[in-house]
């Protein structure tokens, strides 16, 4: 069994103190209520809600801070931890058209470093009166191949109503993750609840109560702007969560549960919870606050918009190992349905997200292709009685529905003799390793490949669900509860990781479980199409 990596280093432990300190000055949880972050004294601004940092490649990274009050952000980079020599970055103007939020763009970072950055921010009418800055770190990727890649992936977070308990230290997996010191932490969706309301308590089956930090804008499902900033808000509010921020660059995406459960564009609601019934609009309001909370490279908020530019699908390269591409299953898609159609061009990524996608993999020279899916190819996802919500449809036969979009993709790996691709997902809330092969499919003009999930990283945890036999998987491993919405007190959390070696080029899976434990690892060889 796989060992875990090695902690952090002594000077980002250095970093992270500090940060902390601040963060619980300026950010205070007790009693199950939330308690807003204090003005600063002397009415200079504060960021008491930490910093992170987002899409770093290997010489430029996206910072992001929100402030208590209008300001102006500013970014300081150095090699040296004490800052002795720095370079001054200026950022945007902080007001209330993004949610007091920003993001300043490094460029020209020097590769497979340790960069330290610091955040102040100034008053905008008397640039003297800055805030205390608040400090992270994050490593560029690498230039050379034999400095290898390490990241971890999960996502699934303050979903079922199982949100920031204090009595069991809040989001625990965050500090277990940030102790394995990866590269960066891929995020692969339902980053927030939107829809979920998170109650005072909850008594579970055993007759425990789970007791949750509540916030107002966690008491419904989430429908104006600044609702569904409040709920990106719902988890900064957790410590372990700051620190990791500070500590580890992330990459994000988005699934569902950022708008509304199994949404899809066009849908009108037949839902008591919505004054607001259509979807379209939900979801703009959403994707503006996602684009306000996290540093994404393609995602631009602009003052005055209704929704933010850009779009959700990109790569992200970190190296000569690693190309990531990050998908939206979610955005593009058309009507949830039974799946039966025997023709599809919209399907699950929509025809012009799939022609960028073959596109940006002909182009790739990483040794390694991750495909970062919002969702999972061969587990069958229900959407009610008889609709499907991700791509396979409980159909073994011949590709039918959204299963042609992701058919005409994998004979495109196959015959472009495209090597080194692997998907990674979550959204299930549980764990597990699917192996594709044809061989063992209806479908069979593909090359065999590996597909991962790990998942939830603070949410319930549910039942292994059915597979598809359409594209020949075999579960090779899968952890999950034996029924719906565990809370974290009753079923660990899980996350992934994956360990690129610089020499052999060797790429190494292991799914773990909250607590340490290593439950599954594979070992995958470089140069084979497909994987």
């Known amino acids: 069994m796989s060992q875990p990596g090695p902690g952090p280093s002594p000077a980002r432990r250095t970093v992270l103190r500090g940060s902390l300190a601040a963060s619980a000055a300026a950010l205070t949880v007790g009693g199950g209520s939330f308690a807003s972050p204090a003005f600063a ?3 200079r601004p504060s960021a008491a809600w930490g910093v992170q940092t987002g899409d770093v490649t290997a010489h430029s990274g996206l910072v992001w801070v929100r402030s208590d009050r209008p300001a102006r952000m500013i970014v300081e980079t150095s090699s040296s931890e004490s800052f002795r020599r720095v370079r001054r970055h200026h950022g945007p103007l ?5 949610d007091l939020t920003g993001t300043t763009a490094l460029r020209d970072l020097p590769s497979g470093e340790q960069i330290h950055y610091r955040v102040t921010l100034a008053d905008p009418d008397d640039p003297r ?8 770190t994050f490593r560029t990727a690498p230039a050379r191949r034999r400095d290898g890649v390490r990241f971890l992936w999960s996502g699934d977070i303050a979903g079922q109503g199982w949100g920031i308990n204090p009595d069991i230290g809040g989001f625990r997996a965050y500090e277990e993750m940030r102790r394995l010191d990866p ?3 891929l995020c692969s969706g339902d980053t927030i609840y939107a829809d979920g309301v998170i109650q005072p308590s909850v008594t579970l089956p055993d007759g425990r109560i789970w007791r949750n930090v509540t916030t107002p804008e966690k008491s419904k499902a989430a429908e104006t702007l600044d609702e569904y900033r409040g709920n990106f808000r719902y988890n900064l509010l957790d410590h372990h969560v700051r620190a990791f921020n500070a500590q580890v660059p992330s990459i994000v995406q988005w699934d569902d549960h950022e708008v509304r459960n199994n949404w899809y564009p066009g849908q009108i609601l037949d839902d008591v919870r919505y004054t607001e019934k259509d979807v379209d609009v939900l979801a703009a309001r959403a994707s503006r606050a996602f684009a306000e909370y ?10 005055g918009e209704t929704r933010s530019e850009g779009r959700m699908h990109r790569v992200v390269r970190y190296g000569p190992l690693l190309d990531v591409f990050v998908l939206d299953m979610r955005s593009y898609r058309n009507a949830n349905s039974p799946g039966r159609q025997a023709d599809d061009t919209v399907g699950i990524l929509g025809a012009e997200q799939l022609e960028w996608l073959k596109r940006e993999l002909s ?4 040794v390694w292709k991750v495909l970062a899916a919002d969702m999972p190819l061969g587990l069958v996802v229900g959407d009610g009685a008889t609709n499907v919500e991700a791509v396979a449809q409980g159909d073994p036969g011949a590709p039918l529905g959204r299963e042609l979009q992701i058919a005409e993709l994998l004979r495109f790996v196959k015959h472009r003799r495209i090597t080194g691709t692997l998907w990674l997902t979550a959204d299930v809330h549980h764990t597990s390793a699917q192996h594709y092969a044809p061989e063992r499919a209806v479908f069979q003009d593909f090359a065999p490949f590996w597909e991962f999930v ?9 039942p ?4 598809d036999a359409t594209f020949g998987p075999e579960r090779v491993f899968v952890r999950a509860p034996e029924r719906g919405n565990l809370s974290p007190m009753e079923s660990p959390q899980y996350f992934g990781e994956v360990d690129i070696d610089g020499d052999s080029g060797e790429l190494t899976v292991r799914l773990r479980a909250e607590g340490g434990t290593v439950l599954f690892s594979k070992v995958l060889r470089p140069g084979r199409v497909g994987q």
Do not use: C, I, M
Not at 294 to 303: N, Y
Not at 464 to 467: D, S, V, W
């Open 464 to 467: 292994a669900n059915q597979l």
């Open 183 to 185: 590269d960066f932490f």
């Open 41 to 43: 004294l002397s009415g």
């Open 363 to 366: 182009r790739s020279r990483a």
């Open 94 to 98: 902080l007001g209330p058209d993004t």
């Open 129 to 136: 009166r800055t805030g205390e800055p608040v400090v992270g």
């Open 294 to 303: 996290f540093p994404v490279s393609t995602l631009h908020a602009r003052a």
């Open 454 to 462: 790990s998942g939830p990283l603070a949410a319930g945890g549910f």
